[in-house]
Every structure is written in structure tokens, then in C-alpha cells.
């Protein structure tokens, strides 16, 4: 599907070099203020071919199975250690997989700041650990967003390394332009099982795994392993056929918040306000998050996105700018400005989810559009697959963009060679007059704006969209004839 489109090629990434220890302001502030100004270089790219959606993949040509991308740039082991003559613990890279090619200065500068920001996401705690003896290992991700909007996706698993005693632990990163956390998830049980043997055993598994095409959505790869006393290993790794949606399980986001609360934030998410999540749990915030901007499809979120904010970076909750972050229980305390912020709480048995809101958040959307939304989500299974949970609920927010907006694409006029969208006849043909109040707020937001950019600037690029638009029409006219209306 064309609205998903691929990452544009990046960079190479540095060598396993200390660089955290010596990080100086002007490098992290640059990185901080990379987030403040995204937006206005998406404004003037126009969701170019570096377009920095979330969930970003081009479906191949038909009857290819696989992407022709890597699976992953590096694997890297990041681990802690003690600091010198202070107190605290420091990250650094014990291990990367492949090693570094040969690169110019300034390339290689570019690099070391994006791992820079790696070793912060791994342990965006900070320097306070404690050696312990025991650990639930945890799996989450994190994006990484260069200046221009191009963006990384980071794969995370934390777990104690080999050893008796206490110890703190070490993370395994995967860097990929690939956005799927089903999959990776997967290949970081493979190996987690191997290191249970010994490290040795983890990067032929990854040199296989690098060699071997991507498929394409909704198709599966084979990747061949040998282990000793097991023998040969055949592992199948298959992507979700909906691209939008394999970097995305709802699961983590309706166990947290009831249907109520998450229409709440789906509002307050499409009229681009600033949301804060609250949680313990590093695999909470990446998956609410992620799974809260996919409620948005076909629309992109183009603002903040920081799944994980660390610690040196918290100052970014007080940006005058739209974002969502996940920011840890321990930090919430630093959130002293609350003002125009809705924070939602994502801890179990959380006395209140929101610990802060606007107010007006449970009359934002139509009342017919919650109502039908609430129908819709109340008919999922408890024992329903992944797939068929995100199909459920991603067409049931889809249905609420269809039975509003639905109606954009008759109000495009031929001017010479461009397409130009207007405005006023849109809204004067909005078919419900309880939508208009809705559909006025949500035309203002940067995300209408790039999608109608897009529609004025490019071949079909919403054909998904397009498609489940008719569908609502075609349905509207058989009720409406069997009904004896026409």
C-alpha cells in the first residue's frame, strides 16, 4: 500500500566506543532540540521520500515475498559500568555486530551522536543502578530521530548477564529500518536462548539473520541455526500482512485503560495535545505508545514521539509543541508545570488514570462516533490472536475517520497539472451536522495538512483509505435500498 512508504537509506552506524562518559552539552542539547524541530522540516519536506511516519513499509510488487532490506543494521550488547572515582554506573558498547566500515569524519560524527542516543534509550534510568540477583528480562523499542526526520527504529531486551551473585544488567540492541516488534520480539527469544549457552552462539544465528531477505508483509522467511546438542534449528519468521500495523499490539494498551479512557486519548491524540503515559514498566510505554498513534491511521503523527524519555531528557515534557512520551513513574515528580497536559497514569490498580487532563476530552468526539466505536470494540474476544485483536480495533478507529472525513477526496479541483483541495466545500458537505463542530477542529491539525498535501501531490497515495471509503458507501446504498429507500 503506497501510504506506507520506506525509509530512506541511512548511514552506517560507529564502533563500539565509549562515548556516553564523555557526552558534552552542546551534543545533547542538539539532540534534545532535534524533537522541537521536526515538525517544521516535515512542513517543508511535505512527507517527502524521508517521510517520518511511525509505521513506515512499501508493499513489493506483486508476488515478491520478500522487501529487498536488511533485516537490521547492528546488534549491539550494551552494558553497565562503574564509573571512575564516582558514584554510579555508566553504559557502554561491549559488542557490535557486524563491525564497523570505513566512514569520512563527518559521517562518522553523525553516527556517534545517533549511538549516543542508543546508550540513552537502553538505560534511560540513568546512572543509579543497584547489582542485583534477580531481574525479569523486559523487551521494549524506541525510535531515533535525526535532525532531517529520518528516523531508526531500536529494539531493546534487557536481561541479567551470565553469572552468580549479584550484578546489574546488560541490554542487546537491534537497529533496524524496519518498524515490527512482533518480529523482533521473536528474534530476541532466539537470542536470549542462545546466550543461555553461551555468546558465542548468538552471532551466527545473527549473520544468518542478516543474510536473509525481509519478507514482505504477510509473508515468512526461514533462517537456518545450529545448536549444540540440538542440532540444526529451523526458524520461521513471518510479518503481519497489515504493514501499518506489525509494529503494534493493542493488547498492552486495552489491559492498561478501559474502552472509555482510550477514546479519551484517541481524542485528545487527533486534536494533537500534549500526552504524557506514566509507567514502571520500559515494555509498557513503548507499546502504548506505539499502539496509540496507530489508532490515528490513515493520519500520521507528526509531532514529539519519544516512547521512552530518558532522564537527562525530561526537560522535553515542558516543549511548547504537541508530543506524546512515555515517561517513568520514578520521574514524575520533575513534571511540575501540568498545565494544558493530559497525563495518563498506565501503573495497575492506578487510583485515577488520568492524573491530569484538559476536561473536555469525553465530548471531543461525536456522540454517534463514540457510540458506534464503543459497539465495535465491545465485540472483540478475550482469546483473540494478535492479528485479528489489531484488525478489530484498527478498523474500528479507521470507521470513525471514514464516516467524518470520508468525503475529502470529491472536494479536489484540476488547476493546470495540480490537484488543489477545498476547504470550504468540504466542510459545507459534512453529511452529519453533529460531525461539523468535530470535523472544524480536526481539519486545523498538522496531520490533515500533510494528508490532504499528500493526496494534492501524489499518485493514489491512500489506496487503503480510498478503498474502505467506497466500501461505507456501497454498504450505505444496499441498507438504504433494501430498506425501500430508493
Known sequence: MSRDKKRTEQQQT???????GDMDQGALKKFSSMFSTLQEKLHRTKRSSSDPGVYS??????????????????????????????????????????????MGRLQREEEEKC???????????????????????????FVLTEVDGSRRNGYCRRLLPAGRGARVPEAYCIISHVACFGLFSKIFDEV????????????????????????????????????????????????????WLEHVDFRTLFRCLND??????????????????????????SQVLHAVAALLYPFVWQHTFISIVPTV???????????????????????????????VDLSPGAETKFITRIGDEESLLPAKLKEELLSRLSARKRDASTEELNRLVSEAFLSVFVRSVGH?????????NSRRFHKKSFLKAVQHKSHVDFVKLFI????????????????NPNAFFHRKVLEYHERKKKEKTKAGWV
Open 14 to 20: 560507529p564502533a563500539d566506543t565509549d562515548i556516553l
Open 57 to 102: 513499509a512499501v508493499a513489493p510488487p506483486a508476488g515478491r515475498t520478500h522487501s529487498g532490506q536488511l533485516f537490521f543494521e547492528y546488534l549491539l550488547v550494551v552494558s553497565l559500568r562503574k564509573k571512575r572515582n564516582e558514584e554510579g554506573y555508566e553504559p557502554h558498547i561491549t559488542y557490535q555486530f557486524p563491525k564497523r566500515e570505513v
Open 115 to 141: 549511538m549516543k542516543a542508543a546508550h540513552l534509550f537502553c538505560f534511560p534510568e540513568g546512572i543509579n543502578w543497584a547489582p542485583l540477583t534477580e531481574y525479569k528480562s523486559e523487551t521494549f523499542s
Open 192 to 243: 536470549e536462548k542462545r546466550r543461555q549457552i553461551s555468546k558465542a552462539m548468538i552471532y551466527p544465528f545473527m549473520q544468518s539473520l542478516r543474510e536473509a531477505p525481509l519478507p514482505s508483509p504477510g509473508n515468512t522467511v526461514t533462517v537456518t541455526s545450529f545448536i549444540p546438542d540440538a542440532g540444526t534449528e529451523i526458524i520461521s519468521l513471518t510479518r503481519p500482512a497489515e504493514s
Open 260 to 285: 472509555d479512557e482510550v477514546l479519551m486519548v484517541f481524542a485528545a491524540t487527533v486534536m494533537e495535545r500534549q500526552i504524557i503515559f506514566i509507567s514502571e514498566e520500559l515494555s509498557t510505554l
Open 313 to 343: 531528557l525530561i526537560d522535553v515534557c515542558a516543549a511548547p509543541t504537541p508530543f506524546l512520551l512515555g515517561v517513568q513513574k520514578s520521574l514524575l515528580e520533575q513534571l511540575t508545570d501540568h498545565s494544558d497536559l493530559m497525563i
Open 408 to 416: 475529502f477526496s470529491q472536494h479536489f479541483r484540476r488547476s493546470g
Open 444 to 459: 486545523q491539525t498538522q496531520m490533515f495538512d500533510l494528508f490532504i498535501q499528500e493526496e494534492e501531490t501524489q499518485a
